[in-house]
């Protein structure tokens, strides 16, 4: 179970906003860009997690209620994380207790936090930090089934869109030039190579070890020749290496699957965009000529 939307605005109201500890603002004023820094954690007090900070077993306890939850600066929620002994249990139940009564004394009435123009300001607050923990879990979820035999399954599906794209492109040429000769031969590393005009575009996939998605690549590569129906050189017409770019599978930020540059990691392609990429360079290097 996940934190409520409910829990949310119940934990943040009460908070007024402010860290428990330090009582810095944990919203701060929106940026030159406009957006509205959320410094605020959102932190277990009891940690459900066997081996997280001040874990007690209970049967049937709500870890996600906001009795188990204080809000804090990220600053002090690493401290009191890591300074268990420090801060056990009853000293955190304490200082969120104190916090709650130092807001009602000292801010504002509390109460009017809830009404009107205020309700919008905090129904926009809560809509920033569930879609945060949304962005965080679909991440959470990417990374497991990247790190799962489910990664390799859909690195496979990502190959065949590849291959389909290929083979679609081709046959398109072929509609529309019919005197263009193209062939298209599969190679042993599960996707295609394109021959053309005594070129050869050849894309392959290397599926990573034990049955994980982790460490599988897409090699693209032109070379001036062909290889032999084996995929090994030819001594007698050696082949020339004229462009190439290796990209690992894995996911981005949004936790969408493609492939990154392994030589430049900021690269992130869709397998449309870097299949679309690679048969516009190869058709404009052929045809040129
Ligand atoms: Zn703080």
Redesign the pocket.
């Known amino acids: 179970m996940t934190i409520t939307d409910r829990t949310r605005k119940t934990i943040w109201a009460k908070s007024g906003n ?7 603002d ?1 919203v701060k004023d929106k940026d030159m860009f406009n957006v509205r820094l959320i410094v605020g954690e959102e932190c277990h007090i009891i940690s459900k997690q066997a081996k997280g900070p001040r874990h007690i077993h209970k049967n049937g306890f709500d870890y996600n209620s906001d009795e188990n939850l204080i809000l ?6 690493k ?1 009191i994380d890591e300074q268990v002994l420090e801060y056990p249990v009853e000293k955190i139940i304490e200082i969120k207790n104190e916090h709650e009564k130092w807001v009602l004394e000292n801010l504002s009435n509390v109460n009017e936090v809830t009404t009107n123009k205020e309700e919008s300001v905090f129904d926009n607050l809560i809509s920033f930090v569930t879609a945060k923990y949304n962005k965080e879990m679909n991440i959470k979820s990417s990374e497991e089934k990247f790190n799962s035999s489910e990664g390799l399954k859909i690195a496979f599906l990502e190959v065949e869109k590849i291959k389909r794209i290929i083979y679609d492109t081709v046959e398109r040429i072929h509609n529309n030039a019919p005197n263009y000769r193209i062939t298209l031969r599969d190679n042993k590393k599960h996707i295609t190579d394109i021959l053309f005009k005594d070129k050869t575009l050849t894309v392959q996939f290397y599926e990573g070890f034990a049955n994980q998605a982790k460490s599988s690549y897409l090699f693209l590569a032109f070379v001036d020749g062909y290889f032999r129906e084996d995929g090994t050189v030819d001594p007698f017409y050696p082949v020339t290496l004229i462009e190439l770019i290796r990209l690992d599978f894995t996911f981005n930020e949004k936790g969408e699957f493609g492939w990154r540059n392994q030589e430049n990691s900021s690269e992130f392609f869709s397998s449309e965009e870097i299949i679309a990429i690679w048969l516009k360079k190869f058709f404009n290097l052929t045809l040129d000529e």
Do not use: E, G, P, R
């Open positions: 402010k860290c428990a500890i330090c009582k810095t944990l804090l600066c990220c600053n002090d929620h401290m």
